[in-house]
T-cell receptor, first 112, second 115 residues
Framework: DARVTQTPRDKVTEMGQEVTMRCQPILGHNTVFWYRQTMMQGLELLAYFRNRAPLDDSGMPKDRFSAEMPDATLATLKIQPSEPRDSAVYFC????WGGGYTFGSGTRLTVV | AQTVTQSQPEMSVQEAETVTLSCTYDTSESNYYLFWYKQPPSRQMILVIRQEAYKQQNATENRFSVNFQKAAKSFSLKISDSQLGDTAMYFCAFRSGGGADGLTFGKGTHLIIQP
């Protein structure tokens, strides 16, 4: 089965450091999402792209988060500088218009 | 903005029993999509079942079926012949039929299947 691949699986970093999370969507999927999961807030949409163009990043703290899709096989989510409150599991998902979305296994980020 | 409510934080049933997870949502749209996702301890989010609002027939996938009541804005998931591997968090999700693509999730129900 086709998979969405996320790296790294786990990341521990110190406060103030830059963090980059990567996602390889399923080939042919034209929509890519970034979600964040925490115990308190549940699953929140951070940003998404269609055909590599950013469509909505209203869920993302603009001052420290950035999301890009340099090509069809790679999406990135960067946090600079990281803060303890950014600790969460970050999911990437991809899909086609009108279909269900396939999620990656997530990156568990711990900022100490 | 749409909201999705799952009123059962946790449920526990015996293996082989049938269990129903509840989900209600609020929207002013007439065309939309509803989903159930499963998240086992591995944390992978797995699509279980999908329903288009314009379809009256309830979706079914093997042991999983839904009861979609559009007027009541209710979308429950029924798991028949439950198995130990069904133990997981289950999330109900809503997606608009036009415009925004993102999923709005409920807070989830932790389902425990007892041997």
């Amino acid at each position: 089965d086709a998979r969405v691949t996320q790296t790294p699986r786990d990341k521990v970093t110190e406060m103030g450091q830059e963090v980059t999370m990567r996602c390889q969507p399923i080939l042919g999927h034209n929509t890519v999402f970034w979600y964040r999961q925490t115990m308190m807030q549940g699953l929140e949409l951070l940003a998404y792209f269609r055909n590599r163009a950013p469509l909505d990043d209203s869920g993302m703290p603009k001052d420290r988060f950035s999301a890009e899709m340099p090509d069809a096989t790679l999406a990135t989510l960067k946090i600079q500088p990281s803060e303890p409150r950014d600790s969460a599991v970050y999911f990437c998902a991809s899909g086609l218009w009108g279909g269900g979305y396939t999620f990656g296994s997530g990156t568990r980020l711990t900022v100490v | 903005a749409q909201t999705v409510t799952q009123s059962q934080p946790e449920m526990s049933v015996q293996e082989a029993e049938t269990v129903t997870l509840s989900c209600t949502y609020d929207t002013s749209e007439s065309n939309y999509y509803l989903f159930w996702y499963k998240q086992p301890p591995s944390r992978q989010m797995i699509l279980v079942i999908r329903q288009e609002a314009y379809k009256q027939q309830n979706a079914t996938e093997n042991r999983f079926s839904v009861n979609f009541q559009k007027a009541a804005k209710s979308f429950s998931l029924k798991i028949s012949d439950s198995q130990l591997g069904d133990t997981a968090m289950y999330f109900c999700a809503f997606r608009s039929g036009g415009g925004a693509d993102g999923l709005t999730f409920g807070k989830g129900t932790h389902l425990i299947i007892q041997p």
